[in-house]
């Protein structure tokens, strides 16, 4: 009988025993961890890259401009107001409105009273934004870091800045006042620089949205024969310089790695309010968590390091991987918080770069058209206004359509199904069954 107790007793221990091993086991792994940790944001701390709150505030001042912060802020403050006029509600660009599609010089544009009267409210906002597009850029402004809880409030108003421009300058091209339109071209521009914040991928895709903006406008203008050969060297001058990519990959990293760990050391306050409510959320997080968490970004890191051909493919696969591997992990549970914003990037570089080069190569025609009096055969002969192969192709460097039809001439590219190549056939630039007309397709007269 005693012996039988003895028995009943050791096994009794085995689980104390088990448990006892397996909390060895992970403070053992977690002092590990703790220490690699420590000495990977001393190296960050070495290096100047931020990881938390105060040191991305620090990051994000040192870097910028504080000359043309009162001047950007009162243009923003005018801006917001400028919503409040009545007509704002109903206009095209900077309202619900629509441009005609064949809007041209001279056609009817029942909204064109309205427009024109909204302008002349708003000409001191753009007069203001072209004196601030004299100072020091990107500029500065005073945001309250939180890590994902973190306000870019001045950076989502810039986009109504170029609102006014476009708008302006659709108007002046609509009345044919070709020096009007292109100070407003430029300043577009402008403020896309003045608020390009790269250490963040939301602003990235801001700054993605207003060129897209300035570059439809160009597009849309070179469809009214309006631009003489200075103007077309000037505009040619906002989008000769190529998209990089690496670059703007690994900037806005440097910033999404200082919001996730700003969050993490926040819990749950550093937290969107519905992962916050989530008692899982009040946890603590290990430092093997945080470990694993700085090695996936530095994965998403290495992307952009072997260049950018494939760029996007190798993200994809990245995240893929990262999926199979921590979906059902703590690391990336927390991960959720980062990885749309790094799959939305990918997604939207190599047509972010087309667009640009598509503009390139529509203002090279019309160049090379008042150089030798006729529209060039090919997008080859475009090496004669200074342009190569690349600039007439596509992010995955197929060629750029081109058609010559009656007075006019077409550029397009429209991505296929699987995200890929030149659309075989192309679309009427009026042809408003397709919304990527815009963009993608342009018509120069």
């Given at each position: 009988?005693?012996?039988?107790?003895?028995?009943?007793?050791?096994?009794?221990?085995?689980?104390?025993?088990?448990?006892?091993?397996?909390?060895?086991?992970?403070?053992?792994?977690?002092?590990?961890?703790?220490?690699?940790?420590?000495?990977?944001?001393?190296?960050?701390?070495?290096?100047?890259?931020?990881?938390?709150?105060?040191?991305?505030?620090?990051?994000?001042?040192?870097?910028?401009?504080?000359?043309g912060t009162d001047a950007w802020s009162e243009v923003l403050a005018l801006s917001k107001a400028s919503l409040d006029i009545s007509s704002a509600?109903?206009?095209?660009?900077?309202?619900?409105?629509?441009?005609?599609?064949?809007?041209?010089?001279?056609?009817?544009?029942?909204?064109?009273?309205?427009?024109?009267?909204?302008?002349?409210?708003?000409?001191?906002?753009?007069?203001?934004?072209?004196?601030?597009?004299?100072?020091?850029?990107?500029?500065?402004?005073?945001?309250?870091?939180?890590?994902?809880?973190?306000?870019?409030?001045?950076?989502?108003?810039?986009?109504?800045?170029?609102?006014?421009?476009?708008?302006?300058?659709?108007?002046?091209?609509?009345?044919?006042?070709?020096?009007?339109?292109?100070?407003?071209?430029?300043?577009?521009?402008?403020?896309?620089?003045?608020?390009?914040?790269?250490?963040?991928?939301?602003?990235?895709?801001?700054?993605?949205?207003?060129?897209?903006?300035?570059?439809?406008?160009?597009?849309?203008?070179?469809?009214?024969?309006?631009?003489?050969?200075?103007?077309?060297?000037?505009?040619?001058?906002?989008?000769?310089?190529?998209?990089?990519?690496?670059?703007?990959?690994?900037?806005?990293?440097?910033?999404?790695?200082?919001?996730?760990?700003?969050?993490?050391?926040?819990?749950?306050?550093?937290?969107?309010?519905?992962?916050?409510?989530?008692?899982?959320?009040?946890?603590?997080?290990?430092?093997?968590?945080?470990?694993?968490?700085?090695?996936?970004?530095?994965?998403?890191?290495?992307?952009?390091?072997?260049?950018?051909?494939?760029?996007?493919?190798?993200?994809?696969?990245?995240?893929?991987?990262?999926?199979?591997?921590?979906?059902?992990?703590?690391?990336?549970?927390?991960?959720?918080?980062?990885?749309?914003?790094?799959?939305?990037?990918?997604?939207?570089?190599?047509?972010?770069?087309?667009?640009?080069?598509?503009?390139?190569?529509?203002?090279?025609?019309?160049?090379?058209?008042?150089?030798?009096?006729?529209?060039?055969?090919?997008?080859?002969?475009?090496?004669?206004?200074?342009?190569?192969?690349?600039?007439?192709?596509?992010?995955?460097?197929?060629?750029?359509?081109?058609?010559?039809?009656?007075?006019?001439?077409?550029?397009?590219?429209?991505?296929?199904?699987?995200?890929?190549?030149?659309?075989?056939?192309?679309?009427?630039?009026?042809?408003?069954?397709?919304?990527?007309?815009?963009?993608?397709?342009?018509?120069?007269?």
């Amino acid at each position: 009988m005693k012996r039988r107790l003895r028995w009943i007793g050791l096994i009794s221990l085995l689980p104390i025993g088990v448990l006892a091993i397996f909390l060895a086991f992970m403070v053992t792994q977690e002092t590990t961890a703790s220490s690699a940790l420590n000495r990977k944001l001393e190296s960050m701390r070495q290096a100047g890259e931020p990881f938390d709150n105060d040191s991305m505030a620090l990051y994000f001042e040192k870097h910028l401009h504080k000359e043309g912060t009162d001047a950007w802020s009162e243009v923003l403050a005018l801006s917001k107001a400028s919503l409040d006029i009545s007509s704002a509600n109903e206009l095209p660009i900077v309202g619900p409105g629509q441009i005609p599609w064949e809007l041209r010089p001279g056609s009817t544009w029942p909204d064109e009273p309205r427009v024109a009267e909204y302008m002349e409210t708003v000409r001191p906002i753009i007069k203001r934004i072209q004196l601030a597009s004299e100072l020091p850029k990107p500029v500065w402004m005073p945001l309250r870091f939180g890590g994902y809880l973190t306000l870019f409030e001045p950076l989502q108003d810039s986009r109504m800045l170029t609102g006014i421009l476009e708008l302006d300058a659709v108007h002046a091209t609509y009345h044919k006042q070709a020096e009007r339109a292109i100070q407003d071209i430029v300043a577009m521009r402008s403020v896309a620089d003045a608020f390009d914040w790269p250490w963040f991928l939301v602003a990235e895709y801001t700054s993605m949205a207003m060129l897209g903006r300035q570059w439809t406008t160009i597009n849309r203008s070179l469809d009214y024969d309006l631009w003489n050969d200075e103007q077309l060297v000037i505009l040619s001058a906002q989008v000769d310089k190529p998209f990089d990519i690496a670059k703007s990959w690994n900037d806005g990293l440097t910033g999404e790695i200082a919001m996730l760990c700003a969050s993490l050391d926040n819990l749950p306050e550093g937290l969107p309010r519905e992962m916050a409510a989530n008692p899982f959320y009040r946890l603590p997080v290990m430092p093997s968590t945080r470990l694993e968490i700085l090695r996936v970004v530095r994965e998403f890191q290495d992307c952009a390091d072997q260049g950018e051909k494939g760029f996007a493919e190798r993200v994809k696969a990245v995240f893929a991987s990262q999926m199979a591997r921590n979906r059902l992990s703590v690391a990336g549970i927390y991960l959720s918080l980062f990885l749309p914003s790094v799959d939305q990037f990918a997604r939207s570089s190599d047509s972010h770069e087309t667009a640009r080069r598509l503009t390139l190569t529509s203002l090279a025609v019309k160049r090379f058209q008042r150089k030798n009096n006729r529209w060039p055969k090919n997008l080859g002969e475009l090496t004669d206004v200074g342009l190569v192969k690349s600039d007439w192709s596509t992010a995955k460097m197929d060629s750029l359509g081109y058609e010559i039809e009656d007075d006019r001439v077409f550029v397009w590219s429209f991505a296929s199904a699987n995200g890929s190549g030149v659309s075989e056939t192309r679309h009427v630039w009026a042809d408003e069954k397709d919304d990527r007309i815009l963009r993608y397709c342009v018509s120069i007269r």
